[in-house]
């Protein structure tokens, strides 16, 4: 499947006042002499093959939802409740075959209609039918214009790619790091918990190209106990197959301290992390003394060790040199630098 993003973008679904807007009122009756049933079923024919039209939509949404990497999946599903959207996918689906159904049924009764007042009376009552069947949709509708508009600005990344997975603690310098390396505009500030959605980057890794994906900052507790911002992050460290970029920030006034820190990559990270190699760094080193940088680098280092990650010292995201560094050596040991065969 493509990219769901660029999908759902070309994705319009109407609400229940466009379809019976687009309706609109009987039109006016043709010159030319015909039987009354012969106006009536065509008009009914009409409204069938709007409300038809109208909802084809429902097809590309229910190919789409089901053709989702986990990863969209995931991020879609931290949004919506799957019920709602099956409930109103199923609501849309039903409705297309009744009207169909009660097409056929009323076309029989008008063609054995007697007169021309029960000929229009028998068309007033199947467009009415037919119309409940879409109104008794409306929130489904609603559900489904929500979810396309959400699913448009899903992250463009190919889950088949080289992709390393910026992650940490709230303001350890992710969002800096992405953007110093790629053409990514993450939004940068020096408050907690700024980056609210996942962000891509792309860097030039030799011969090869890598997408860098910014996270949400994380807390050091379960899946279960995670709000929706933590969610997204963790969906990325589960289901996007990559490696893994720790950032620790060794600032005394750190949003978490050294300690908490390490516990974050030990019981939260490297658990949602299973079998992708994990690279710790030490950022915004250019933000403290030579003391406490040493002693984070030590904590950095032990709790690397603990999970088996690979540790890569300290740097500096703000420099995009330092930056760059980094993330190339994470590609270099991954072996994405190298030309393909």
């Known amino acids: 499947m493509g990219d769901p993003a660029s999908i759902a973008k070309r994705i319009h679904v109407p609400t229940y006042d466009?379809?019976?807007?687009?309706?609109?009122?009987?039109?006016?009756?043709?010159?030319r002499r015909r039987a009354a049933y012969e106006e009536e079923i065509e008009l009914l024919a009409r409204v069938r093959d709007i409300v038809i039209?109208?909802?084809?939509f429902v097809r590309e949404v229910a190919r789409l939802l089901d053709g989702l990497h986990p990863f969209h999946r995931e991020l879609v599903e931290i949004e919506f409740d799957r019920r709602?959207?099956?409930s109103a996918v199923s609501c849309i689906s039903r409705a297309r075959k009744m009207t169909d159904r009660l097409m056929e049924k009323y076309k029989v009764l008008l063609?054995?209609?007697?007169?021309?007042?029960?000929?229009?009376?028998l068309a007033r009552e199947a467009r009415g039918r037919i119309l409940s069947l879409y109104k008794r949709c409306s929130r489904g509708l609603e559900v489904l214009r929500s979810l396309m508009v959400f699913m448009h600005r899903l992250p463009a990344i190919d889950p088949g790619s080289p992709t390393i997975i910026v992650s940490g603690p709230p303001?350890?310098?992710k969002s800096t790091l992405v953007k110093n390396v790629s053409r990514a505009k993450p939004k940068v500030a020096d408050y907690p918990f700024t980056t609210k959605q996942?962000?891509?980057?792309?860097?030039?890794?030799?011969?090869?190209?890598?997408?860098?994906?910014?996270?949400?900052?994380?807390?050091?507790?379960?899946?279960?106990?995670m709000n929706p911002v933590e969610r997204r992050a963790a969906a990325a460290l589960r289901l996007l197959d990559g490696a893994v970029l720790f950032l620790f920030d060794p600032r005394p006034d750190a949003y978490m301290g050294l300690d908490r820190q390490a516990s974050l990559l030990e019981n939260t990270v490297a658990k949602l992390v299973t079998g992708r190699r994990i690279y710790v760094v030490v950022n915004k080193e250019d933000a403290v003394d030579?003391?406490?940088?040493?002693?984070?680098?030590?904590?950095?280092?032990?709790?690397?060790?603990r999970v088996g990650a690979v540790f890569l010292g300290s740097t500096s995201a703000v420099d995009g040199?330092?930056?760059?560094?980094?993330?190339?050596?994470?590609?270099?040991?991954?072996?994405?630098?190298?030309?393909s065969p």
């Open 18 to 31: 466009e379809i019976l807007e687009r309706i609109g009122r009987r039109p006016r009756r043709r010159a």
């Open 53 to 56: 039209s109208r909802t084809d």
């Open 84 to 86: 709602d959207v099956s």
């Open 111 to 121: 063609l054995a209609s007697e007169s021309p007042k029960e000929a229009r009376a």
């Open 171 to 173: 303001s350890s310098g």
């Open 198 to 225: 996942i962000h891509i980057g792309h860097f030039e890794a030799g011969e090869g190209r890598v997408q860098v994906v910014d996270t949400p900052g994380l807390l050091d507790r379960s899946l279960e106990e």
């Open 290 to 305: 030579r003391g406490r940088l040493e002693e984070a680098v030590a904590a950095a280092e032990e709790a690397a060790e």
């Open 321 to 339: 040199e330092k930056a760059r560094r980094v993330v190339g050596e994470v590609a270099s040991r991954e072996g994405w630098t190298r030309r």
